[in-house]
């Protein structure tokens, strides 16, 4: 009598159970993905020391590498505004930002530009104010996609999808809670772009840690950004968000108005 098919098929339905056992263990082991990014909050200093925060003002240093560039970063940002100028040698200054929910962009190399559809949204997002605490209104939807080394440091992959444009990847690692990287499809003016960001360097700036020192690829191009410091609370000039008066002209040929 030949018992080799029913040994058979109890080893394959053996396996299929270890393999769902398996799935439901590791399925069990993913934390929810509100309890990783609240934990960025607290791990990061408290809601109460970001809610502290009226204004920061950052200042660094910007590296294209490949390019031998180097430039002076500084990046102003208050609630619904916020104004970043590079220097760069040999280029000139570079300027963008946030004014009366319009995004726009000034610079030497390609002139002005108001960002419009997914880029405007997107930008608008990344310039949030203490947007850690307002992840539930940037983003519609956040899940655990898995657990995944990153340079040794395992980390849970957070997948926060916005109301327009590509989904964001958030990478936590799980024995310090810190956001480690960042990828996307980023929106420009030159279509779709790969962007990675790696955040390192954490330092305490007004009772709240912030990554010093970021490398970032996009596409073909990478740059470093190392902060030097971040001003809390600092008394801002009345007309720091106001929009350049190229940006402006845009506006009123478009028929916008103009005045901040």
Request: net charge neutral; aromatic share 6%.
């Amino acid at each position: 009598m030949n018992h080799t098919k029913p040994r058979a098929s109890k080893a394959i339905a053996i396996v299929f159970a270890l393999l769902a056992v398996r799935a439901t263990v590791a399925a069990q082991a993913l934390p929810a993905a509100a309890a990783v990014l609240d934990r960025y909050i607290d791990v990061t200093g408290g809601k109460a020391a970001y809610e502290s925060h009226r204004n920061e003002v950052l200042t660094g240093v910007v590296e294209f590498p490949a390019q031998g560039l180097k430039g002076k970063l500084t990046r102003y940002l208050a609630p619904n505004r916020e104004y970043s100028v590079m220097e760069i040698d040999a280029i000139g200054t570079i300027e963008a930002g946030i004014s009366r929910g319009i995004a726009w962009e000034n610079s030497v190399l390609l002139g002005s530009r108001i960002k419009q559809g997914d880029e405007k949204d997107q930008a608008i997002r990344e310039a949030a104010f203490n947007a850690p605490l307002h992840w539930r209104q940037l983003y519609t939807k956040a899940t655990v996609a898995r657990s995944i080394a990153i340079e040794g440091d395992e980390c849970y992959e957070i997948v926060l999808t916005p109301s327009t444009g590509q989904p964001e990847h958030q990478f936590y690692s799980r024995k310090t809670g810190l956001l480690v990287r960042t990828t996307t499809v980023a929106a420009s003016q030159m279509g779709d772009v790969e962007v990675q960001v790696d955040l390192a360097d954490y330092k305490s700036f007004g009772g709240v840690l912030m990554p010093t020192r970021s490398q970032q690829r996009a596409g073909s191009q990478e740059l470093s950004i190392t902060v030097n410091q971040v001003r809390v609370n600092e008394p801002l000039p009345e007309d720091r968000f106001n929009l350049p008066t190229e940006v402006a002209a845009l506006l009123a040929k478009a028929g916008a108005p103009a005045a901040p």
